[in-house]
């Protein structure tokens, strides 16, 4: 079946330290996100990737950074410099853009937990 | 800018009755709406969602949404809630072209509890 898989589901943290969140998609999707979600929140967009080698910061990239080496893999790394960390992180991706040429769905994978002790 | 709003943050409701989550957005164009849904601990699933025509659209599950364009509004309703439908339910907004915010633009949920 196809989807999205994120790794590790739950992931403690000691303060310092860079942690980095897996995301891997088989739905041959172009697109793919990276959200940030907290009590109340909803989800806050940190960074996107449309293609291969190439991302977007979003709304609140500051102590996080990317890769996009795969169609297939888009992970997330939370660096020291993220004063806040602890949070759920879902990974997402879409077949194409919100617009006439894709289906304008976003599917999930099932989220991270990241704890920092 | 664009952004979402939905007003109640959190809403019980009897198992059996009706529901109506609210949405509204702010956005220059027609929009693309959706709605989704996340059980605790899970990532998010798609209820339904609107591009174009008929303005009352149906989901998974039993939801349907209404787009009403004068009041900038796409709100969910569901005639008979079961305690399953217990979860958080957001409201987005589809960019069409693109743009610094990854296409999609969230609303901060609305948290259902349902009461037996």
Redesign the interface.
């Known amino acids: 079946d196809g989807g999205?898989t994120q790794s590790p589901k739950y992931l403690f943290r000691k303060e310092g330290q860079n942690v980095t969140l897996s995301c891997e998609q088989n739905l041959n999707h172009d697109?793919m996100?990276w959200y940030r979600q907290d009590p109340?929140?909803?989800?806050r967009?940190i960074y996107?990737s449309?293609i291969v080698n190439d991302f977007?910061?979003?709304?609140i990239a500051e102590g996080y950074s990317v890769s996009r080496e795969k169609k297939e893999s888009f992970p997330l790394t939370v660096t020291s410099a993220q004063k806040n960390p602890t949070a759920?992180y879902?990974c997402?991706s879409?077949a194409g853009?919100?617009?006439?040429r894709g289906t304008?769905?976003?599917f999930?994978?099932?989220?991270s937990?990241l704890t920092v002790l | 800018a664009q952004s979402v709003t939905q007003p109640d943050?959190h809403i019980t409701v009897s198992e059996g009755a009706s529901l109506e989550l609210r949405c509204n957005y702010s956005y220059g164009a027609t929009p693309?709406l959706?709605w989704?849904v996340q059980s605790p601990?899970?990532?998010?699933?798609?209820l339904l969602?609107y591009?174009s025509g008929d303005t009352l659209v149906q989901g998974i599950k039993g939801f349907e949404a209404e787009f009403k364009r004068s009041q900038s509004s796409f709100n969910l309703r569901k005639p008979s809630v079961h305690w399953s439908d217990a979860a958080e339910y957001?409201c987005a907004v589809?960019?069409?072209?693109?743009g610094?915010?990854?296409?999609?633009i969230?609303?901060?949920?609305t948290k259902l509890s349902v009461k037996p």
């Open positions: 999205i697109a996100y109340g929140q909803g989800l967009l996107y449309q977007q910061k979003g709304d759920f879902l997402a879409i853009l919100a617009g006439p304008g769905e976003l999930f994978g099932e989220g937990r | 943050i693309y959706f989704y601990g899970q990532g998010l699933q798609l969602k591009f957001f589809g960019i069409r072209y693109g610094s915010q990854g296409n999609l969230f609303g901060k949920g």
